[in-house]
C-alpha cells in the first residue's frame, strides 16, 4: 500500500526543539522528492521546503531558510524536519507529501503544540 | 516570490449548483497549476494538476481550466461531500506557494 505514516503529535515549551518523521511505503522513496507543509490552526497550507531522498538535496522557503532542516534516510524510508527554537508561531499541523507532477501523496499530519 | 489569490474566500452553495472558484498568480505559471481539497481534520486531496489534468478517481463533476495568470476550478454539480476547503498551488518554480483558500459552505 502506498503511503506516507508521520509520527505522533507533539507538545513542546517555547525554545524546545521537534523532530518530526514520515515514513514512506510502497513505492520507491528515492524516485520522488518529499515536501513539508504546515497548517496553523484556521489558517491556510504553508509551503515549507523539499528533499531529493537520493542525495539530500534542499531547497527552503525564504522564511524557514537557516531555521528548519529536512533530512532523509534511505535505510528505512523516511524523512524528517527539525525545527529548533520552537515559538507559538509554530503550533500547526504539520504535512509531508509525495510530489509527482502535484502533491499526490499525504501523510496524515502531525499536529505540533507550542505552549507554556 | 509569485503570490496566488483565490477568490472568493467564501462561498455559500447549495447541492446541485455550479461552482467556480477562481485562482490569480502574480505572474504567469505555464501549466504548472494544481487544486486540491481539504475537509476538517483531513490531510489536502489532490483533484487537479497541470491546470486541468483530473488526478485518478477524481469525479469527472471536477474540471479546471485557465491559462497565464488565471485559473478557474469548477465543480459542475455540487455533492454534498464536496462541501470543503479548496486551495489552488503554483509548481512552476520554488516556492511552491499556495493560494488563501476558497472554503464552499451550505
Known amino acids: 500500500q502506498v503511503r506516507l505514516v508521520q509520527s505522533g503529535a507533539e507538545v513542546k515549551r517555547p525554545g524546545a526543539s521537534v523532530k518530526l518523521s514520515c515514513k514512506a511505503s510502497?513505492?520507491?522513496?528515492?524516485?520522488?522528492?518529499m515536501h513539508w507543509v504546515r497548517q496553523a490552526p484556521g489558517q491556510g497550507l504553508e509551503w515549507m521546503g523539499m528533499i531529493n531522498p537520493s542525495g539530500g538535496v534542499t531547497n527552503y522557503a525564504q522564511r524557514f531558510y537557516g531555521r528548519v532542516t529536512m533530512t532523509s534516510d534511505t535505510s528505512t524510508s523516511t524523512v524528517f524536519l527539525d525545527l529548533p527554537s520552537l515559538t507559538s508561531q509554530d503550533t500547526a499541523v504539520y504535512y509531508c507529501a509525495r510530489i509527482d507532477n502535484a502533491f499526490d501523496l499525504w501523510g496524515q499530519g502531525t499536529m505540533v503544540t507550542v505552549s507554556s | 516570490d509569485i503570490q496566488l489569490t483565490q477568490s472568493p474566500s467564501f462561498l455559500a452553495a447549495s447541492v446541485g449548483d455550479r461552482v467556480t472558484i477562481t485562482c490569480r498568480a502574480g505572474q504567469p505559471t505555464g501549466s504548472h497549476l494544481a487544486w486540491y481539497q481539504q475537509k476538517p481534520g483531513e490531510a489536502p486531496k489532490l483533484l487537479i494538476y497541470r491546470v486541468s489534468t483530473l488526478q485518478s478517481g477524481v469525479p469527472a463533476r471536477f474540471s479546471g481550466s485557465g491559462f497565464g495568470t488565471e485559473f478557474t476550478l469548477t465543480i459542475s454539480s455540487l455533492q454534498p461531500e464536496d462541501f470543503a476547503t479548496y486551495y489552488c498551488?503554483?509548481?512552476?518554480?520554488?516556492?511552491?506557494?499556495f493560494g488563501g483558500g476558497t472554503k464552499v459552505d451550505i
Open positions: 510502497g513505492y520507491i522513496f528515492t524516485n520522488y522528492y
Open positions: 498551488q503554483k509548481l512552476d518554480s520554488y516556492p511552491l506557494t
